[in-house]
């Protein structure tokens, strides 16, 4: 699926709905190789955050590529399970838009529909910011913020 031209709100829209877990981490494997042979096109939102710089334009492949690549060791460092289930993605044949849950808040987030949203979305339409009421704790923060280089 190539980008998108949007109207506001779609992103939104999209957000709740249809997604499939990825439950095993070499799903996680397979679907991160995916986005890596056709990086073009991505945009990547932290909820909690007004859009960013980095938002606003289809991240490059190398910022694509180092996202991937530092997510998927918080994930594996953080959710000390023998499987994923907090990554959920529209189609795992040919993903478009992908939520990440914070494994630190996770809350009932299981199952993809728990109210809180998701940490992170990788999308291919330019996102709208994703709301969350609680604090961003600061370790994600400097870790978003150390990832774009602010």
Not at 23 to 30: G, I, N, S, T, V
Not at 78 to 96: F, K, S, T, W
Not at 98 to 127: E, F, H, M, Q, T
């Amino acid at each position: 699926m190539e980008p998108t031209e949007t109207t506001t709100g779609e992103f939104t829209a999209r957000l709740s709905g249809r997604f499939f877990g990825v439950l095993a981490w070499r799903q996680l494997d397979d679907l991160w190789a995916r986005l890596r042979a056709r990086p073009e096109g991505w945009y990547v939102t932290m909820s909690g955050q007004a859009i960013a710089a980095e938002a606003v334009a289809p991240l490059a492949a190398a910022e694509l590529d180092r996202f991937i690549g530092e997510v998927d060791v918080l994930l594996r460092k953080e959710h000390r399970e023998d499987y994923c289930g907090i990554v959920y993605v529209d189609n795992l044949d040919q993903p478009a838009f992908i939520k990440i849950y914070d494994p630190n808040n996770l809350g009932s987030s299981c199952g993809g529909a728990g109210g809180i949203p998701p940490r992170w979305v990788l999308s291919r339409i330019p996102p709208d910011a994703v709301e969350d009421d609680a604090p961003v704790p600061g370790n994600r923060l400097r870790w978003w913020q150390g990832l774009f280089g602010k």
